[in-house]
């Protein structure tokens, strides 16, 4: 059982009666028997999981019912919960400052490709056209390979995450060794992810209309199915559908199926770059419109790659909760239902 045992602490010995120095001192009762957490774990998972001894056990003990999660708190309300997030994911990033370049490279990468696929079209305008389904057959493409990357890329940032909350050494190196190990699957799961999101684009009309309503519904059931696809791909050796059916499992037995993701992080993260772009914006306005510019489009590059980075530390520490009812150090029981609201 190793360490995902409990351990009850033994009793010390006292001496006999109330002042019996040096009569013989009463046995220590024999230690509870130990009582294994996590039975149901994978050897995938308990490899991931190997030192969470360092960890702590959550209250839910599985059951999403005995701990509240977060009501419709709106806009402020995940500031709050994106502020409450930010520094405990900080502190886990700057263990591995290097994982910034991910989300970096990943935009670069996306950008090039995007200017390249439109000016082989002969620009946007030839590449979108009027005709949405003649626009989707020919922007499915240079999107399956977008979200390919992305979330290769993300799959990078949860493997380094993963290794740094479970107190090991980490680099950007043996991260990429990590997602390039389960490559095949991650390229198919973009593949499948740009085919989701195509078919709801062409689902949605006016605004109200049933098929942005059913649009929307899908893509809502999409994201909440595949919350914990990424990790689990990672670490668990399924096939991509099987990855999802077990991501969407894993998300209502731990947090309930009335409940749905929040981007509490790039909320947060946003409203803290927020005075960075005003200052841009007042000195493009009063010194210098290259100088304004440059520090508005620095602050959005920054928030990107930092926003993306954290994420996929977020992603990580839930996963372990996911899996184990176990609280990544650093974190709360609370923070990990802080993803969510009810819907």
Not at 46 to 72: C, D, F, I, K, V
Not at 140 to 151: E, K, Q, R, Y
């Amino acid at each position: 059982m190793g360490d995902f045992d409990y351990f009850a602490g033994s009793a010390a010995a006292t001496p006999v009666g109330g002042s019996g120095w040096g009569a013989p001192a009463a046995p220590a009762p024999a230690p509870a028997p130990q009582r294994e957490l996590t039975p149901d774990l994978s050897p995938e998972e308990r490899q991931m999981l190997a030192t969470s001894a360092a960890t702590t056990w959550s209250n839910t003990h599985g059951s999403p019912s005995s701990y509240s999660p977060s009501g419709r708190l709106g806009f402020m309300g995940s500031i709050r919960v994106g502020l409450q997030l930010l520094p405990v994911c900080w502190r886990v990033l700057m263990q591995e400052p290097s994982l910034l370049w991910v989300p970096l490279i990943v935009m670069v990468l996306d950008g090039g490709l995007t200017f390249g696929y439109a000016d082989a079209f002969g620009g946007v305008a030839n590449l979108v056209g009027p005709n949405k389904y003649a626009a989707a057959i020919k922007v499915f493409p240079l999107l399956a390979v977008v979200c390919s990357i992305a979330v290769v890329g993300q799959a990078v940032v949860v493997a380094a995450a993963t290794e740094l909350l479970n107190g090991k050494r980490s680099s950007l190196g043996a991260a990429w060794l990590t997602a390039c190990g389960q490559l095949p699957r991650l390229v198919f799961f973009g593949v499948v992810l740009a085919c989701e999101r195509t078919l709801t684009s062409l689902l949605r009309g006016k605004r109200w209309s049933p098929g942005t309503l059913a649009a929307n519904a899908i893509d809502r059931a999409w994201d909440f199915a595949t919350f914990l696809a990424i990790p689990i791909l990672l670490y668990e050796n399924l096939p991509v559908f099987q990855a999802v059916a077990r991501s969407g499992k894993l998300v209502a037995k731990r947090w309930g199926v009335q409940l749905t993701a929040r981007a509490v992080l790039s909320i947060a993260l946003f409203v803290v770059m927020f005075p960075l772009i005003m200052v841009g914006v007042v000195v493009a306005a009063s010194i210098s419109a290259v100088l304004g510019v440059a520090i508005i489009v620095i602050g959005f590059i920054g928030m990107i790659a930092i926003s993306g980075a954290l994420t996929g530390v977020l992603s990580a520490a839930l996963y372990r909760f996911a899996v184990s009812g176990l609280v990544a150090p650093g974190f709360s029981e609370a923070d990990m239902w802080a993803a969510f609201s009810r819907r």
